[in-house]
Structure formats: C-alpha cells, structure tokens
C-alpha cells in the first residue's frame, strides 16, 4: 500500500524565487501517485517554517525539511530516481549543479565569467546522452524534472541577469520541458489547484 504523503509548501512568486517544491510536486503527480498538497500563505510560512514539517509522511514523524532529500526520496518511492548506484551519482551530480547555478542567478551575485561556466557545465550534461530521449538515457528521472523547472523559471523570472532563452537552443533541454509541461498529470493538477476553493488539494490516480 503506498505511504500517505502531504506536502506542504509556500506559494512563491515564479517572477522571483526558483519553486523547488514544484518539482516535488511534479515529481509524484507524473509518476501517479497519490498525495496531498497543502499552501501555506507568505504570511503563515515564517512560522510553519521554524516549526512544520514540508513532507508528512503517516506513521512517521520526523520532521522533513530538506527539499533536496524530499525529492530523492518521493524519486526512489515512485521509480524516477536511478537504481543503478553510478546513475545515481550522475542524477545527483546534475541536480545539484542546477540547484546552484539557480541560486548563483536568484542572488545576483556572480564573478566575472561564473554564469557562462554554470552554463557550458549544464550544457555539456544535457548532451551526455545524445541520441536519447532524457538526460540519463530513455528514462525520465527527478534530474530531468529539475532542469525542466530550471527553464520554465528562466521564462517567467524577473531577472535581467537571466535570459529566458538560455537553454531552449538545446533540442534535449526543450524535449524534457514540453514532455514535462504537457504531461497530463501535470496539466490536470494545475487544472486542480486552479479550481480549488481551499488551501489543501487531493491528488488521486487510477491504479
């Protein structure tokens, strides 16, 4: 029986902030499988912050806070992170290459030639796998999931330090964007939140 998940996460400004809960999110609603979401407003979030857990998991009750962990972990629970241990590494590798050159951009902050190196860098694990379909060969994992976040907040953020056609010359980096984008998983959850009266939305599959 699948452990019952909520996740619970911020409403952030796209203009602004890299949604990194996002991607959790996306993550469960393409594998299919069954969660909770609950968004908290700017206002309560301080607060939840120091005290809430971002991931609940029924029968156990340490607190998760770490984004980057929670995705592994839902990428394990549902197939979309590597089982081979050196996949792994590489996924690993990729996301936390795009984690930081996000977070290099978010902040401004950057020394001469930095940005063009992230770039080159991200570019070159894009093109490992050429000929096929997802970074890591014909599987889509939570690292495919996290460069498509990382170009759908290059279009919509307000930062003159950030072109919003940074990626898109690459054909793989524009593949895993619209398979991710289009999903209909994805698009009958935005769908969801879209409709909702509430702050707390119920995701549930066919099995």
Same mark, same amino acid.
């Given at each position: 029986?699948?452990?019952?998940?909520?996740?619970?996460?911020?409403?952030?400004?796209?203009?602004?902030?890299?949604?990194?809960?996002?991607?959790?999110?996306?993550?469960?609603?393409?594998?299919?499988?069954?969660?909770?979401?609950?968004?908290?407003?700017?206002?309560?979030?301080?607060?939840?912050?120091?005290?809430?857990?971002?991931?609940?998991?029924?029968?156990?009750?340490?607190?998760?806070?770490?984004?980057?962990?929670?995705?592994?972990?839902?990428?394990?629970?549902? %197939? @979309?992170?590597?089982?081979?241990?050196?996949?792994? +590494?590489?996924?690993?590798?990729?996301?936390?290459? *795009?984690?930081?050159?996000?977070?290099?951009?978010?902040?401004?902050?950057?020394?001469? %030639?930095?940005?063009? !190196?992230?770039?080159?860098? *991200?570019?070159?694990?894009?093109? +490992?796998?050429?000929?096929? @379909?997802? @970074?890591?060969?014909?599987?889509?994992?939570?690292?495919?999931?996290?460069?498509?976040?990382? *170009?759908?907040?290059?279009?919509?953020?307000?930062?003159?330090?950030?072109?919003?056609?940074?990626?898109?010359?690459?054909?793989?980096?524009?593949?895993?964007?619209?398979?991710?984008?289009?999903?209909?998983?994805?698009?009958?959850?935005?769908? @969801?939140? !879209?409709?909702?009266? %509430?702050?707390?939305?119920?995701?549930?599959?066919?099995?």
């Amino acid at each position: 029986m699948p452990e019952t998940l909520l996740l619970v996460y911020e409403k952030v400004d796209t203009k602004k902030k890299f949604d990194k809960a996002n991607v959790v999110k996306q993550c469960l609603l393409i594998a299919g499988y069954p969660f909770r979401e609950r968004i908290v407003s700017s206002s309560e979030w301080p607060e939840y912050k120091a005290n809430g857990a971002f991931l609940q998991i029924d029968g156990k009750s340490h607190p998760l806070r770490q984004v980057n962990a929670i995705l592994r972990y839902c990428g394990r629970l549902t %197939g @979309l992170y590597p089982s081979d241990p050196y996949e792994g +590494m590489m996924c690993d590798e990729i996301c936390e290459a *795009i984690w930081w050159f996000q977070e290099l951009l978010e902040d401004y902050v950057e020394e001469p %030639g930095e940005k063009e !190196a992230f770039i080159r860098d *991200i570019e070159g694990k894009v093109n +490992m796998y050429e000929e096929q @379909l997802f @970074l890591l060969g014909d599987h889509l994992y939570i690292c495919d999931l996290v460069l498509a976040g990382l *170009i759908q907040w290059s279009q919509t953020v307000e930062n003159p330090s950030i072109s919003p056609n940074m990626f898109t010359h690459l054909t793989k980096a524009r593949t895993v964007r619209d398979f991710t984008k289009n999903h209909p998983n994805i698009v009958n959850g935005e769908y @969801l939140l !879209a409709n909702s009266s %509430g702050n707390e939305i119920e995701h549930t599959f066919d099995q």
